[in-house]
């Protein structure tokens, strides 16, 4: 089960309707997206109270043989824009656990000295054990207990754990991402342990641990959980709650693997939730919020494609421009059938060496750093567009030599599935070691990079996307004739130099099968199933 965020609470005699829908089959597993809201029937008022992400496993009774399954297949556009982001937040999951490790080991966690509080309440007080029977009507067909059962049991105990702590009644508004690691049956005894792990200012964590025995047998761990509990004033703020003492040991480890998880919550929260109007638009990188911005990076650039308002602006020799206008944004997709295969369009594409041999406008790109795999920094220098024409070669000469650069979170993914597209996705972030520097202007990009589709005939469909922020609107939309032939000038030379290297030698063929899969898997059940870097966009 993904993160949880409880929005708002359900009082007694409250309505409460729960939508759920498989938004993607992998391989032998499943994501089903879950929405939960609140009614209240004598003043018809409806609210939003949580969403949740659950992945399932099918598994064969008899023999408990996985079940290989059957791809889903979307057809409205909400559907389409779920099932494409249903690949990325599985790569989130995946990496869930080696984030917290990774800010641990490499000390991005400041040390507390919890010790100096005198008034700290001890952990110890806190602890709370707790042991229940499953009966019949704790299970599912298959006799195995509900998962939602022992979420409310391990809720139960957390809950006294925190009242402990605060000797109040707190409401809970989070659990983190948790994994039920085994399936317990009728008649096992469960037992739940509960223990504040850290409280801060204004809300307090309680770790929960679930194990499942018999009679004789050793006990099974079913699972771990985090929540994360608030007291709430009679204004309905957070009040201010005591601080915590951890045990030695076991309990100054739980205390800093708390403050990572929240450090990972707020950054998670800033990231996905920045409205892209903002200034701005660049978030800060570092090590601790990278995976987030890489999703970020990727979806934008998803939900952009799969937008069906774009309109088609003009057309010439088969290269198509579209625009799209929203609010104070403005973006453009270029797109053309090109004669060549798309695993090949990608390696050319999203090797940015490349760029300045198909591109006037890509003066210099420089590498800053190789994030993993999958995502890259860069330093690109481009003509400014705050002098001459938008888009023009000559723009950095009429703007008196002064040129714009972008520091650049490039993301690159391949096909999750059949019918998915390889996808080259770019960004701004602001590193501290890389400020803007005098005789250049420092750009911001809000999403921006390509899709590239295989379609018959092994040939690919290559779209580029561009999103406009309002720092270059007004130089835009003066000039849509003049932006329209930079776009098809520049799009042309990059199909021509697709076209001329279209037949890779053996060493780049080396290169491209270490870095690249077939499109035919239906899978994306690897850890190292996407690959990163992309594109600036070509005249912002």
Same mark, same amino acid.
């Given at each position: ?54 992945t399932?496993v ?7 043989e ?92 957390a ?32 037992? !739940? ?6 409280? #801060?200012?204004?809300?307090? *964590? +309680?770790? @929960?641990? =679930? ?57 998670r ?12 638009l ?18 934008a ?6 937008k ?6 003009s ?8 625009? !799209? ?6 973006? #453009?997709?270029?797109?053309a *059938? +090109?004669? @060549?295969? =798309? ?17 006037t ?29 938008v ?24 096909p ?29 990009v ?17 779209s580029?996307y ?5 720092? @270059? ?64 966009c070509?005249?912002?």
């Amino acid at each position: 089960m993904d993160d949880i965020h409880f929005e708002h609470t359900i009082s007694v005699g409250q309505v409460v309707n729960i939508k759920s829908k498989v938004n993607r089959a992998f391989n032998t597993s499943m994501e089903v997206g879950i929405q939960v809201s609140c009614e209240d029937l004598f003043s018809d008022r409806h609210w939003k109270v949580c969403h949740a992400y659950a992945t399932f496993v099918t598994q064969r009774t008899n023999t408990g043989e996985k079940v290989i399954l059957k791809p889903v297949v979307p057809h409205t556009h909400k559907e389409q824009v779920e099932y494409s982001l249903a690949a990325e937040r599985r790569r989130v999951r995946m990496l869930h656990d080696d984030i917290i490790k990774d800010l641990l080991s490499h000390g991005s966690i400041q040390q507390s000295d919890s010790s100096a509080v005198d008034s700290a309440v001890a952990a110890e007080k806190t602890k709370v054990e707790s042991v229940e029977l499953v009966l019949p009507p704790h299970t599912n067909h298959q006799v195995n207990t509900f998962g939602g059962q022992i979420m409310a049991w391990m809720v139960n105990v957390a809950t006294i754990a925190a009242s402990r702590l605060c000797q109040a009644h707190p409401t809970l508004r989070t659990i983190d991402m948790f994994t039920f690691r085994g399936p317990s049956q009728i008649g096992d005894r469960l037992l !739940l342990r509960a223990i504040v792990n850290n409280a #801060f200012k204004n809300s307090i *964590e +309680v770790g @929960v641990r =679930a194990e499942a025995y018999q009679e004789e047998g050793p006990n099974r761990h079913i699972n771990s959980a985090f929540m994360i509990f608030e007291v709430l004033d009679n204004h309905r703020k957070p009040c201010t709650l005591p601080r915590i003492r951890p045990e030695p040991v076991e309990g100054e480890r739980r205390f800093q693997e708390a403050i990572a998880r929240k450090k990972i919550r707020l950054d998670r929260k800033y990231i996905i939730s920045c409205k892209q109007a903002e200034v701005p638009l660049s978030v800060p990188w570092d090590p601790r919020n990278q995976v987030y911005l890489s999703y970020n990076n990727v979806s934008a650039l998803k939900m952009l494609a799969a937008k069906n308002n774009w309109r088609l602006s003009s057309e010439k020799d088969k290269v198509r421009l579209y625009t !799209l206008e929203q609010k104070s944004m403005l973006s #453009f997709r270029v797109e053309a *059938e +090109v004669d @060549v295969p =798309a695993h090949r369009a990608f390696c050319l594409l999203a090797d940015l060496n490349n760029r300045t041999s198909w591109d006037t406008h890509y003066q210099n790109c420089e590498l800053i750093h190789l994030v993993d795999d999958d995502d890259f920094l860069y330093r690109v220098v481009t003509p400014s567009v705050r002098h001459g024409g938008v888009g023009s070669p000559t723009s950095a000469s009429q703007g008196e030599g002064i040129l714009q650069d972008f520091i650049l979170l490039a993301s690159k993914r391949k096909p999750c599935g059949s019918g998915d597209p390889y996808v080259i996705a770019l960004r701004s972030v602001s590193l501290p070691t890389h400020p803007p520097t005098q005789g250049y202007n420092r750009g911001e990009v809000l999403c921006a990079g390509f899709t590239i589709l295989e379609t018959k005939n092994n040939m690919s469909l290559i779209s580029y996307y561009n999103q406009a922020s309002p720092e @270059v609107l007004p130089y835009i939309s003066t000039d849509i004739a003049g932006l329209s032939s930079s776009f098809y000038h520049t799009f042309c030379s990059c199909r021509q130099y697709l076209t001329m290297h279209r037949l890779q030698t053996a060493s780049e063929e080396q290169a491209c099968q270490y870095q690249t899969t077939t499109t035919d898997s239906p899978t994306c059940d690897s850890k190292a199933d996407s690959l990163s870097v992309a594109l600036h966009c070509t005249q912002l």
